[in-house]
């Protein structure tokens, strides 16, 4: 039953290139594909833009899983205690409670789709983030403040820097 109500939930929805919100991650530009409130709480999606050498120090999700799909670039995953670089059309399973992190080993900007299962991380994206153009390419010069942010928050979510 609950399978039912969750899927009567969920929306049909085309979202048509450069139309979700944006966010400036530090450094990096995030756009939302679909939320838990459209995917009634299934899951989330987002396309990210990483510069070179940008990415996320290694954190654990406590309450969801994670994919990566690389679209364009070189990333390098720590999973657990292994280091994989990956490149266009490779995919990444990251299961919750594992350590892990992504960091852009190119020197082109890398585009990824980020999916978490189920839904709810995009409330702390919305949280910490600074609202961003769907256009942009330069991100504002703010980091500190952002990940201070971002780190205070993270405990809420079920995100763990390590």
């Given at each position: 039953m609950a399978i039912i109500e969750a899927t009567a939930a969920a929306r049909l929805l085309h979202r048509p290139v450069a139309t979700g919100p944006a966010f400036w991650g530090p450094g990096d530009h995030y756009t939302f594909l679909v939320?838990?409130?459209?995917?009634?709480?299934?899951?989330?999606?987002?396309?990210?833009?990483v510069p070179p050498g940008g990415g996320p120090p290694p954190h654990v999700h406590t309450r969801q899983d994670e994919t990566f799909?690389?679209?364009?670039?070189?990333?390098?995953?720590?999973?657990?205690?292994t280091l994989v670089v990956a490149g266009p059309g490779d995919f990444v399973n990251v299961p919750r409670?594992?350590?892990?992190r992504f960091r852009n080993a190119?020197?082109?900007?890398?585009?990824?789709?980020?999916?978490?299962?189920?839904?709810?991380?995009?409330?702390w994206f919305e949280e910490t983030l600074e609202p961003a153009p769907n256009d942009a390419h330069e991100a504002p010069d703010n980091h500190a403040e952002v990940v201070a942010r971002y780190a205070a928050a993270a405990p809420r979510y079920g995100v763990e820097f390590v």
């Open positions: 939320t838990g409130e459209e995917s009634g709480g299934a899951y989330f999606a987002m396309e990210a833009l799909y690389l679209v364009e670039g070189e990333v390098e995953f720590l999973l657990g205690d409670g594992t350590v892990h190119g020197e082109e900007t890398a585009r990824l789709m980020l999916t978490f299962t189920p839904a709810g991380l995009e409330k």
